[in-house]
């Protein structure tokens, strides 16, 4: 234990044992207080500012410590300053003294709590994050739950402690009045209980209701009024119609036929969305064939005098077409069709929120009634206004597949993930590419170092990666094509062939009904959803890269299985989107992956964490395959090893994360990782040689000092 988490426990322990033991316990009593009522007042008569401070203190103190005997304190309020004075005094001491205890609670168990119960507490976190005040508001009204405890149970939640305060001294406002109105009345009270009459307590508890049913009011009614100018159809022909056949759609759609809802999905491109046919798979085809010629590049590093490879462009974007083909089947109308999905070829667009209009491709229309829409429009590449773009064109991940010759000279915009696994590709099949960045690194969401190690890569791999590197105009100059960048007050031109932009990606919101139902979109141009997914229209989802705030196949998939279900049985019962354990990879080399926080945001967040960085150059597998680089840095809760974050940088970091994924979900920690077998020589061990370098630094170093002890006596060494 922290030596001052040791201090402030003896210093509570010392104040509370001196309140028993001077007999304060005696002294707040009912009867006590009454007797000594007249001489209280005599002392506020002749000193009223000192009894004032004085009781202010003493209230705080009792409060502060969890003490008994504030509501008598109250009541003496009551007595001696009147109602207006009284309740002014005692709503801002028991509101100060409240906040110290929930301080004191944080400070001393917040972090043994969360480390030890965290992950069973995981709703009532993000139901705290999300309404906290609402709950602290209700819980305040609630007569039957005693004061003291509400302060401490709340220190060890996420409420910030300012919303804890000014709530507290909104919700006891109500209670501190009736407590000092009857200790106006004092002589006349025979026995505190009485204060509280049943119908008071039901008038407080409805009160204390209040906010969360006027929440849920304000929900319903903005709900009926966007639906009160729509005529809702008696019957509907379908449960669920899908806008969108990527990611998100095909599992809406998958997930609704195979619990036996009729279902129909409309993709007005091509099935399997931008993962199938712009995004994911065409990337990773791409960049494994790169791959495979920097291997070749290598060869002498693996004992071969001499490799060579020929090859022709176009052929490796042919075989990235011949891999899209491949899993093309996986996201067919056929197989959909198949597992009872109706697939309509055409443009969707909402008309009413239970009615939507197919354009069909052969021309004709069709409109089609629902009782539930999902839509899973996915987001397009995001090419900025910068003046000259459109005279010089630019590339996008949409349209960057349709290339056959390689560009000598590439510039990418953009230091994200998709910008960085480009850049990597196209550098090793041979352009000369400039990658821009007009922040300081490129990977920006993640740590210095490991931006840093990827960076280190690049420009060792002759890729010239500009940072700190803003564009600000294109222009043709010679017959050739320029970026005209802002660099430390000054402008670098950078000549190129073809320009590639990755700046990011816009959710496609329009042109397809959201605007004539009215149903909002974010600052980040996402549709608004709730936690369960739904719009401003109840039975209208929205989920993958439309709905945000993740841009991943994978979290389009999770996130369907929500919509979908929701849709479907949401009468029953709704279940809120989880986020909790995210995990995703960027594709470059050295491959780069994460889940949970990173060192940058835990310390943002001022989340308590110890790192444990286990260095990849040292396993014996990456050492035998000349991969022998990277690291896994393990963020885990102080003390304990309950893991709130992982990166890995290296050879198949996304496969690797998988096992700290799983053990994040179920709440296993470290102990449990070392404590399994990985096969020698894997990879895999790097993650169980992590969780060692964790065990190491909490060897117990006293209990290793006896046992050093008795084996010298046991070798009879005195
Ligand atoms: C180059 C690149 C690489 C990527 N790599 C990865 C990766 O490695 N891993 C990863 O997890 N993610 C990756 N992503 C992101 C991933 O592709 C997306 O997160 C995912 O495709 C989103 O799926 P979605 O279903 O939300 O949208 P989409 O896949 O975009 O699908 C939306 C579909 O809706 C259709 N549509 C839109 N409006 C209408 C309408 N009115 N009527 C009918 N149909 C409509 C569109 O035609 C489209 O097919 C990558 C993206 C790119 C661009």
């Known amino acids: 234990m922290k030596k001052s988490k040791l201090v402030v426990i003896v210093v509570i322990a010392l104040l509370i044992g001196a309140f028993f033991a001077l007999g ?19 002392l506020f008569g002749s000193h009223p500012w000192t009894t004032a401070l004085l009781f202010f203190l003493a209230y705080v103190a009792v409060t502060g410590l969890s003490l008994p005997g504030a509501a008598l304190m109250t009541l003496i309020a009551g007595a001696i300053f009147g109602l207006l004075w009284g309740t002014l005094i005692v709503s801002f001491a028991s509101s100060v003294g409240a906040t110290l205890a929930f301080v004191v609670s944080r400070f001393l168990l917040r972090d043994w709590v969360q480390a030890r119960f965290g992950h069973a507490l995981r709703a009532i976190n993000e139901g705290v994050a999300r309404e906290g005040g609402l709950y602290l508001f209700t819980l305040r009204l609630i007569p039957a739950i005693p004061f003291f405890v509400i302060n401490l149970a709340m220190g060890l939640t996420p409420l910030r402690t300012w919303t804890f305060y000014w709530v507290s001294q909104i919700g006891m406002l109500a209670g501190t009045l009736v407590y000092v109105n009857a200790g106006t009345q004092l002589a006349a009270i025979e026995t505190p209980s009485g204060i509280l009459s049943p119908g008071l307590i039901g008038a407080f508890v409805l009160l204390g209701l209040f906010p969360l049913i006027a929440k849920r009011a304000v929900e319903f009614v903005k709900a009926r009024r966007a639906y009160a100018r729509w005529r809702r159809p008696a019957r509907f022909d379908r449960n669920v119609v899908v806008i969108g056949a990527g990611s998100a759609g ?10 036996r809802a009729k279902v129909t999905l409309v993709e007005k491109h091509r099935m399997g969305g931008d993962c199938l046919n712009t995004g994911c798979v065409p990337s990773k085809a791409l960049i494994k064939s790169a791959r495979v010629l920097d291997q070749i590049r290598r060869a002498q590093d693996y004992g071969l005098q001499q490799a060579s490879a020929t090859f022709d462009f176009a052929e490796v974007m042919a075989r990235v077409q011949r891999v899209i083909k491949t899993i093309e089947p996986h996201d067919s109308v056929e197989r959909y069709t198949e597992l009872g999905v109706e697939c309509l070829a055409g443009e969707a667009k909402i008309v009413t929120p239970w009615e939507v209009e197919v354009a069909l491709a052969d021309g004709a229309t069709r409109r089609l009634s629902t009782r539930s829409i999902v839509i899973a429009a996915g987001a397009r590449p995001f090419v900025p206004p910068i003046p000259g773009i459109e005279d010089v064109g630019a590339l996008t991940s949409d349209t960057v597949w349709n290339l ?23 550098a090793r099949l041979g352009a000369q590419v400039t990658q821009v960045e007009m922040l300081p690194r490129i990977l920006m969401r993640e740590d210095p170092d490991v931006s840093e190690r990827v960076m280190r890569r690049f420009t060792a791999e002759g890729i010239d990666v500009r940072v700190n590197h803003t564009a600000k105009r294109f222009l043709r100059e010679n017959g050739e094509k320029v970026l005209i960048a802002e660099h430390q007050g000054g402008e670098v031109r950078i000549a190129f062939d073809e320009l590639l932009c990755a700046v990011g990606r816009v959710p496609n919101t329009e042109g397809y009904g959201l605007e004539t139902l009215g149903i909002p979109t974010t600052r980040a141009r996402t549709v608004e959803t709730n936690e369960y997914l739904q719009t401003l229209y109840p039975n209208i989802y929205a989920c993958g890269d439309v709905a945000g705030p993740y841009q991943f196949t994978h979290v389009g998939s999770h996130q369907a299985w929500y919509a979908a279900v929701n849709a479907l049985f949401g009468g029953f019962k709704k279940f809120r989107a989880d986020y909790s354990v995210i995990p995703w990879a960027t594709f470059v080399d050295p491959e780069v992956a994460r889940v949970g926080l990173n060192e940058t945001e835990a310390r943002e967040r001022n989340i308590p964490h110890e790192i444990t960085v286990y260095g990849i150059d040292d396993l014996d597998r990456a050492i035998a395959d000349g991969e022998a680089h990277g690291m896994v840095k393990v963020l885990t809760v102080p003390g304990k090893d309950r893991i709130i974050g992982v990166t890995i940088v290296g050879e198949h970091a996304g496969d690797l994360i998988a096992e700290f994924v799983l053990a994040m979900r179920h709440g296993l920690g470290l102990n449990k990782i070392l ?33 050093a002890r008795y084996h010298a006596w046991m070798r009879g060494e005195k």
């Open 24 to 42: 304060g316990h005696r002294y707040l009593s009912f009867e006590n207080i009454k007797a000594q009522q007249s001489s209280i007042q005599a």
């Open 250 to 259: 095909l599992v809406s759609a998958l997930i609704g036929a195979t619990v």
């Open 404 to 426: 056959r010759s390689l560009p000598r000279r590439l510039v990418v915009l953009g230091g994200g993930p998709i910008g960085s696994e480009l850049t990597q590709a196209f």
């Open 675 to 707: 404590g399994t077998i990985h096969i020698y020589p894997t990879l895999a061990e790097a993650n169980k040689y992590a969780a060692g370098a964790w065990k190491k630094a909490h060897a117990p170093q006293g209990v290793l000092r006896w046992l």
